[in-house]
């Protein structure tokens, strides 16, 4: 169930249980939806649709300007950036860069520790 | 907005849909997400973002209120980097 882009190349000489390699995977979208079936009784069709649901309400939200905080995951948060001037690294012309919005995700602590192997009692809001 | 705000948002959207099983939902793909980011794996999710995981070498920190040298190990960050559609979005009609 979890596809990966480097799978083709070894699925020969590694063994049939899938999700044995060492090498990183990519998930998509798939495999959310197929977490979301997993965890409810609802048909595949409807799990996708609802992966995507929920990644247009976070969409919608951020692009209105306002932060999302999703407790023991992280926040995605909205920074409004001046315009300066910036350099081409290649030919070292400076170049206006524009005013712009971008999105930060700041992981929780309890993501932090997961990604290194602990674990940590859940927090925050 | 907050977890409990999404989940609510999502409900109103789905009558047909518990809101303890709309919570599950929510909770099955951040859960993923964190799973795969445990294993070292990425997830890319087009217009959206993409999560991954860097590793920060060893490194000799400060205490700053000290000044002392304290070793600081070897460690795995996640990332998230903004699609490209999503990018756009944010500063559409947003520059006066």
Do not use: C, W
């Amino acid at each position: 169930m979890v596809k990966s882009a480097s799978s083709e190349a070894e699925i020969s000489a590694s063994s049939p249980k899938e999700n044995s390699t060492v090498e990183s995977q990519t998930l998509t979208r798939v495999n959310l939806a197929e977490a979301v079936y997993r965890s409810v009784g609802l048909s595949r069709k409807e799990s996708a649709a609802l992966v995507q649901m929920v990644l247009s309400e976070l969409s919608d939200t951020l692009v209105k300007g306002e932060t999302v905080k999703l407790s023991s995951f992280g926040s995605f948060i909205i920074r409004s950036k001046a315009e300066r001037i910036g350099r081409n690294p290649k030919t070292g012309i400076e170049v206006p860069i524009t005013q712009r919005r971008v999105l930060v995700f700041k992981p929780s602590n309890v993501l932090k520790a997961r990604v290194n192997g602990q674990t940590v009692a859940e927090e925050e809001e | 907005m907050i977890k409990s705000e999404l989940v609510q948002r999502i409900a109103d959207r789905n009558p047909h849909l518990y809101l303890r099983d709309v919570e599950k939902i929510v909770n099955a793909i951040l859960d993923e997400i964190t799973k795969a980011l445990s294993r070292g794996d990425r997830v890319e999710l087009r217009g959206f973002g993409a999560f991954s995981v860097k590793r920060r070498d060893a490194r000799l920190g400060r205490n700053p209120r000290t000044g002392a040298h304290v070793p600081v190990e070897e460690k795995s960050v996640p990332f998230f980097k903004t699609g490209k559609e999503m990018r756009e979005r944010l500063n559409e009609g947003y520059l006066d």
